[in-house]
């Protein structure tokens, strides 16, 4: 599944660039990222490392916060595009193409590091919240964003009343093991032309239930010492009907975990 799920990666890069670049990510930019944010730690003048930092928006927000921003991901076109755009605005971030399950960094290197939306896509969780700890000295931290295990596992449907607002969320095969299960999507907030003149993204999922990401964080060595739901409220589910399920239930799980020292 390693070269599987690098493939499948490498193959969406290009348009996902240019799609996410677009602004048609829409929980990211107007949800995730900014609740990410509010509740990371003092990162200036620290170094730090993303971890499958896709086409760089988020690694670059972290090196506009003061942090000496280091980053790594499994697809050549990813880095291509986020060096691309540290020629064009300069922030002394340093990008490698590397696996997240095998970190080519040596040990204690980082005082933080961050994973947005990517250790759920790679299939040996267990080995990349083992390399997150190894590089990190002791006493930092690595703050990561997943899909929500409980309310987005692989069977997930909203459910609307008669008038188009959301009544629940439906969920189911919250405890199959899934390894490498072929998604298929694309970003919702698209436009509909540009969504259908695009192959949609081929995501594999790697799902595991909460006690599982709990049980691996543990053996990792780290320590959790926050957790965040991010959810919009009502005036704003009402003014972006997009997010309005996460008003319901989330969509997204945040963590934080620090290793001893």
């Given at each position: 599944m390693d070269s599987t799920a690098a493939a499948c990666w490498e193959g969406n890069a290009e348009t996902w660039t240019r799609h996410a670049r677009a602004g048609y990510d829409l929980y990211r930019d107007a949800l995730n990222t900014p609740v990410f944010f509010a509740n990371l730690p003092p990162i200036s003048g620290l170094r730090g490392l993303d971890i499958g930092c896709g086409e760089g928006g988020n690694t670059r927000k972290l090196a506009?916060?003061?942090?000496?921003?280091?980053?790594?991901?499994?697809?050549?076109?990813?880095?291509?595009?986020?060096?691309?755009?540290?020629?064009?605005?300069?922030?002394?971030?340093?990008?490698?193409?590397?696996?997240?399950?095998?970190?080519?960094?040596?040990?204690?290197?980082?005082?933080?590091?961050?994973?947005?939306?990517?250790?759920?896509?790679?299939?040996?969780?267990?080995?990349?919240?083992?390399?997150?700890?190894?590089?990190?000295?002791?006493?930092?931290?690595?703050?990561?964003?997943?899909?929500?295990?409980?309310?987005?596992?692989?069977?997930?449907?909203?459910?609307?009343e008669e008038d188009g607002t959301i009544r629940a969320i439906e969920v189911g095969r919250y405890f199959d093991g899934v390894d490498g299960e072929i998604e298929t999507w694309r970003f919702g907030a698209a436009p509909a032309e540009v969504k259908a003149s695009a192959q949609p993204f081929r995501v594999p999922r790697f799902h595991r239930t909460l006690s599982e990401w709990v049980a691996l964080i543990v053996a990792a060595g780290l320590s959790i010492e926050h957790m965040g739901e991010p959810r919009v409220d009502a005036a704003t589910a009402e003014a972006q009907p997009y997010l309005a399920d996460t008003h319901i239930a989330p969509l997204f799980l945040h963590i934080r975990a620090r290793k001893p020292g």
């Open positions: 506009e916060s003061g942090a000496k921003m280091t980053a790594v991901d499994i697809a050549p076109t990813f880095i291509r595009h986020a060096c691309e755009a540290e020629v064009e605005k300069p922030l002394g971030i340093i990008y490698r193409q590397g696996d997240g399950a095998a970190l080519p960094f040596p040990d204690e290197s980082f005082d933080f590091a961050t994973a947005f939306m990517s250790l759920m896509d790679m299939p040996h969780q267990d080995r990349a919240l083992a390399e997150a700890a190894r590089v990190l000295k002791p006493g930092g931290f690595l703050q990561f964003s997943i899909l929500h295990p409980c309310f987005a596992p692989p069977y997930r449907k909203v459910l609307r």
